[in-house]
């Protein structure tokens, strides 16, 4: 990276949306370099010495709690992890005082993950630290969709590249997911194409507005693209009629050994975890050599890195 | 007896006069006035319309004095230009009996800022499950004539339909607040194209126009009288016109914040633009407004919902339904309605104060001003604007959505009862 290429993030990230082609290219770019550094056997780096990042978390997330928190460790950040479990609907204005408490306490960052979309929007309204949205009920998760694309672009672009070209299917629950919003967002930006496939029930009124395709084939979709994601399937769903069975769910839209077959050669197989084995993707599936799921955790942390160390660390240059 | 005097005001239909007040009535309506009034008031640049009255406010008492009294609520009300309010009976005890709906009456004399008349509840506790005290109420000294489970749905088919015959024996009309609650569960925004981006469960049209739907038939079936509460969607507006084109007696009210705001405000995700119905699309407003301008939607009524502090500053989905609009509503009329060229004054008058006064039966209210009417008169002047502020706003609440919008108008005097509520902008002192 060179100084006349320094490109501003953004103060918060909240969505994908608040991104440009540019800057997500940087975090991308930016991650390459930190993953570089991580595997030398000196992992820490001294970037974020004497700053406090605060992990509040009003979910159960411990993959993605883990995964920041590593993140920040190695920039030598101090860590804070503040879980508030429960109804946030019932606590009222729990998340406000929150955020004011957090702010007392000096935090220069807060990663936020909370079972309400728009709260980590919220939480930006009432503190002067960074906020970092880690998954924001239905709305989105744009770590999560950095790091997808990361893995994506490790197999099939290469670093300061885009997806220009690449097909990626996102399979499953679309409608309840924020990991599919943040993806949809993203890959459009890098220039992939997108298809949705999942049951019409599981697909947003006024997803026309997206720049994506729509199939509720999944065997017509699987030869044509480069990455399949597989999004988790929560099987309570069925009892609000979404589907009628998790079998038949599993049979119309699971990946499974056949599927896999349909595959081009080389296309990867993604999924965000925690994984439904058996429901949307078998088992076969899940730890076969095209699968990076296992990547995709290991990508989690440096993605991560770089999203706080450009967010909090400013302009010091990567690589230089 | 004061007796007050209104210089130089315009008529709806355009002349000018002075307006003399005395004894609670109007005692002329003249140029050159001769004086022998104790008070002169300039009328000067100003329009005068019948006092205006709101068909959906929520008083919030009893139960919920945390948020409006009848008091605060009455007295926003006048600084609105209303003359008369109907308390909505979602309060806590609901006015499902003759007790309540007579309280609230009450408290509203007491106070004096307006007319208070008194929304009954349809079913017991707004349950939906059996109907309330509807002719207890009617025969209270609150005369109760409005009859609307409003926050709730009555979505019962039956239930609906007995309620419509029910009513029919004291002329009394049932308001329907219309959401299918199966279609509408953790609903929290509109259903389209922000709601997919924002990851909001979806409120879709359907759920307002399909009890709508049923609701016109059901009328029709048993004749009795209709009114819907806060249409919202095109779709809304094109099944009432086609009603009205068969005489089916529906009439049908829209709010000022759905002729104004959509649904694209909630990408902020702050709550102050969340209520029920909610902010719907840009096709949605422009269907809205020619359907108030045409006559299809008769009024324009508030559903002004105040809410403290505390239940507006969470997380979206936590935050409670709902806007204030009395001390707005006139202005965003005139924005949305006149300054567009769509209504003029006389039809104002209409859709703000005669025609929810006809509807709701509430006598002394929403007549035109002439010699001997009484003196319910509301003096406002069009060429003034604000920005509004939430902090100004003198209800109790302050969940105004309009914030920081500029709004035309200026409501300069109102007279309720031939007394002034408020002179030169200011609220009367008591
Ligand atoms: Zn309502």
Known sequence: MTPEKLIELPRHLLSIGDLNHNQALLILDTAEELARISDAPIKKLPTLRGRTIVNLFFEDSTRTRISFEAAAKRLSADVINFSAKGSSVSKGESLKDTALTLQAMGADAVVLRHPESGAANRLAGWTNGVVINAGDGTHEHPTQALLDAFTIRRHLGSVGSDLEGKHIAIVGDVLHSRVARSNVLLLNLLGAKITLVAPPTLIPVGVESWPVNISYNIDEVLPEVDAVMMLRVQSERMKNSFFPSTREYSRLFGLNLDRMNLLPKGALILHPGPMNRGLEISAECADSVQSVILEQVANGVSVRMAVLYLLLGGNIGVGA | ?430
């Open chain 2, 1 to 430: 007896m004061s007796t007050y005097l209104i210089k130089d005001v315009e008529l709806v239909n355009g002349e000018k006069v002075d307006i003399g007040i005395v004894d609670g009535f109007i005692s002329e309506l003249s140029k050159k006035t001769v004086n022998t009034y104790a008070n002169l008031l300039d009328g000067s640049g100003c329009v005068a319309l019948p006092g205006l009255v709101d068909l959906h406010t929520h008083l919030r008492e009893p139960g919920r004095e945390d948020a409006e009294t009848v008091l605060t609520g009455t007295r926003a009300a006048a600084r609105g230009g209303y003359t008369a309010v109907f308390a909505m009976a979602n309060t806590d005890p609901v006015a499902d009996t003759a007790g309540v709906v007579e309280q609230v009456v009450r408290l509203g004399k007491e106070a004096g800022w307006c007319e208070v008349f008194a929304v009954g509840a349809v079913t017991k506790d707004l349950a939906g499950e059996t109907l309330a005290e509807l002719g207890a109420m009617a025969h209270s000294a609150a005369q109760v004539r409005v009859f609307s489970d409003d926050g709730k749905c009555v979505s019962d088919s039956q239930m609906m339909r007995r309620a419509l015959e029910y009513v029919r024996q004291f002329d009394g009309v049932i308001a329907q607040h219309a959401q299918d609650p199966k279609l509408t569960v953790n609903a929290q925004m509109n259903e389209g194209v922000v709601s997919a981006k924002l990851g909001l469960s979806g409120w879709p049209a359907v759920a307002e126009e399909a009890v709508i739907a049923r609701d016109v038939l059901l009328a029709s079936h048993v004749k009795s009288r209709l009114h819907i509460c806060h249409v919202s969607t095109a779709g809304s507006v094109d099944i009432i016109r086609w009603a009205k084109s068969r005489g089916i007696d529906v009439t049908a009210e829209v709010t000022p914040h759905h002729l104004l705001l959509s649904d694209e405000l909630v990408e902020s995700y702050d709550p102050k633009f969340k209520v029920n119905p909610p902010l719907r699309s840009n096709e949605d407003i422009a269907a809205l407004r020619i359907g108030l301008a045409d006559g299809t939607i008769d009024i324009v009524a508030t559903d002004h919902a105040p809410h403290p502090a505390e239940d507006k500053e969470c997380e979206w989905a936590g935050a409670a339904n709902g806007m204030i609009g009395l001390e707005t509503a006139l202005s965003v009329v005139q924005k949305t309605m006149v300054d567009t060229g769509l209504l003029n004054w006389s039809q104002v008058a209409d859709r703000m104060s005669i025609t929810p006064a006809k509807i709701g039966r509430a006598t002394g209210q929403g007549i035109e001003l002439a010699i001997g009417a009484p003196a319910n008169i509301t003096i406002y002047d069009p060429n003034k604007s604000r920005v509004v502020v939430a902090e100004e706003q003198i209800s109790k609440s302050k969940n105004t959505p309009f914030t920081g919008i500029t709004l035309p108008g200026e409501v300069r005097h109102v007279f309720y009862k031939g007394k002034p509520t408020m002179i030169s902008t200011k609220m009367v002192t008591r």
